[in-house]
C-alpha cells in the first residue's frame, strides 16, 4: 500500500521531525512508555511510528495480521496484549456485542473534530463509542490488461474458464462469499441458509479454475504478471499500479463490499492513554496525510481530501463516485447461527 509522498507534504514531514513540532496535537501521557498496536500488513507509513515518538516519546511496538478473522482469532486465543487495533467495521460489531472493547475518552482526542461524521455512528458502532475511523475504501477486481484482452466489468471474471490457473481469490471467508452472494444478485450479508449455500456451490466450483487464495500475496503475484485477475482493496492497486502500469481496477457492475476500518481499543488494554494519543496523532491533518499518500487509502480527515495531491485516476480510486459508492454495501455483524454456517462451509471448501 506504500504510495508517492509529494515533495512538499515530504519536506512538511522532514521538517515537523526534525524540530519536533508537535503539529499532530498528540501530548505524550505522564509516563511516555509503549502503545502495542495491531493492524493490517502495509497499511501503515512506518516513518509516521518514528514521528510519533518523536512528539511524544511513546514507543511503538506494531505488529500486522492479513484479515479480521485472523484478527479475531488471536484475540480470542489471548496470551499477546496489544493497545491499539484497526479491525473492519462488522468485526468491530462482533468485537463490541463480546465486549472485547473499552469505550473510547474522546476527552484525549481532540483531533476527533477533523474527522467525517458521516463515517461514524454507523450500524457497526451506532453510539461512536468504541471506534475511531482510520481508513475507508471499496474491493473490487484487478486484472492486467496485457493478459486479458476483453474490458473487466463483472465479478464473472473470477468464475472464467478461460482464464484457468490465473486467478487469485481472497483469502477470507466474508470477502469470498460476499463477492459470490454479490454476483449471483443477493446481499452479502444475507442470513439466508439457501443464499449461502448457492454461494458455497460457485465457490466449489470456482476452486479448481484458482491459482491460489490469497491475501498480501496478490502483491507479488499480480505485480509481477504470475496471475492475471485477482480481487483486492483499491488502495493496493494503486500500490501494484506503481510497479506495473498494465494493471486495471473496477468495481463490478453487481456491486461490492465498502469498508470503514477503524481505531479501537482493546479490552483491558495496559497502555490506555498512550493509546489514545496514537489515535489522536494519527487523525491529524499531518499524520493523516502522510499515511493517505503512502498506503493509497482514503483517509476519514476532511481536510485530506481538498490538500491531498493526486492523479485523476488515483482520485477516482480513492474518491469514488455515489454512483458506485451506492451499489455497494457495509458489511455487518452476522447472527450466531450465521456465522457458524459461514464457518462451516468456509472449512469444507478450503479442505
Given at each position: 500500500?506504500k504510495?508517492i509522498?509529494?515533495?512538499i ?9 526534525l ?9 505524550p ?8 498496536v ?11 511510528l ?14 500486522t ?24 467495521d462488522?468485526?468491530i460489531s462482533?468485537?463490541i456485542s463480546e465486549d472485547?472493547l ?5 476527552d484525549?482526542?481532540?483531533?476527533l473534530?477533523?474527522?467525517d461524521?458521516?463515517?461514524r ?6 453510539t461512536g ?16 490488461e ?8 463483472s465479478?464473472?471474471a ?7 490457473g490465473?486467478?487469485?481469490m ?12 454479490k454476483?449471483?444478485?443477493?446481499s452479502q450479508?444475507?442470513?439466508n441458509?439457501?443464499?449461502l ?8 466450483a ?13 502483491y ?22 506503481e510497479?506495473?502500469?498494465?494493471l ?7 456491486g ?6 477503524c481505531m479501537c481499543?482493546?479490552?483491558g ?14 487523525c491529524s ?17 476532511t481536510?485530506?481530501?481538498?490538500i491531498?495531491?493526486l492523479?485523476?485516476?488515483s482520485r477516482?480510486i480513492?474518491?469514488?463516485?455515489r ?8 458489511f455487518?455483524?452476522l ?17
Amino acid at each position: 500500500m506504500k504510495r508517492i509522498i509529494t515533495l512538499i507534504s515530504l519536506s512538511a514531514f522532514l521538517f515537523a521531525v526534525l524540530v519536533g513540532c508537535g503539529r499532530s496535537g498528540a501530548k505524550p501521557p505522564a509516563n511516555a512508555g509503549v502503545v502495542n498496536v495491531y493492524n493490517w500488513g502495509e497499511y501503515i507509513d512506518t516513518d509516521l511510528l518514528t514521528q510519533f515518538k518523536a512528539e511524544t516519546g511513546i514507543t511503538v511496538n506494531y505488529r500486522t495480521f492479513e484479515s479480521n478473522e485472523q484478527l479475531y482469532s488471536v484475540l480470542k486465543q489471548g496470551g499477546v496484549s496489544y493497545d491499539v487495533i484497526i479491525p473492519s467495521d462488522y468485526m468491530i460489531s462482533r468485537l463490541i456485542s463480546e465486549d472485547m472493547l473499552e469505550k473510547i475518552n474522546f476527552d484525549n482526542i481532540p483531533n476527533l473534530s477533523l474527522i467525517d461524521e458521516d463515517l461514524r455512528f454507523i450500524d457497526y458502532d451506532p453510539t461512536g463509542e468504541y471506534s475511531v475511523p482510520y481508513t475507508w475504501g471499496t474491493v473490487g477486481i484487478i486484472w492486467n490488461e496485457s493478459m486479458i484482452a476483453d474490458e473487466i466489468t463483472s465479478w464473472s471474471a473470477l468464475f472464467d474458464e478461460r482464464y484457468s490457473g490465473m486467478i487469485l481469490m481472497i483469502d477470507n471467508s466474508r470477502d469470498a462469499f460476499g463477492i459470490a452472494l454479490k454476483y449471483l444478485g443477493h446481499s452479502q450479508n444475507t442470513t439466508n441458509e439457501a443464499e449461502l449455500y448457492e454461494a458455497f456451490d460457485l465457490l466449489a466450483a470456482q476452486k479448481p479454475l484458482l491459482q491460489q487464495y490469497v491475501m498480501d500475496a496478490v502483491y507479488d503475484k499480480l505485480e509481477s504478471a504470475e496471475a492475471s485477475v485477482g480481487v483486492y482493496y483499491a488502495g493496493d492497486y494503486l500500490t501494484m499500479l506503481e510497479s506495473n502500469p498494465d494493471l486495471r481496477f473496477v468495481i463490478p457492475k453487481e456491486g461490492s463490499n465498502k469498508f470503514i476500518d477503524c481505531m479501537c481499543i482493546l479490552k483491558g488494554a495496559e497502555n490506555r492513554e498512550n493509546a489514545e494519543a496514537f489515535i489522536n496523532f494519527m487523525c491529524s491533518t499531518d499524520a493523516s496525510l502522510a499515511n493517505a499518500e503512502y498506503i493509497g487509502y482514503t483517509s476519514p480527515n476532511t481536510e485530506v481530501r481538498d490538500i491531498i495531491e493526486l492523479d485523476d485516476l488515483s482520485r477516482e480510486i480513492m474518491y469514488p463516485s455515489r454512483e458506485i459508492t451506492d451499489r455497494c454495501e457495509f458489511f455487518i455483524n452476522l447472527p450466531p447461527e450465521t456465522l457458524s454456517l459461514l464457518d462451516e462451509l468456509w472449512t469444507r471448501l478450503k479442505a
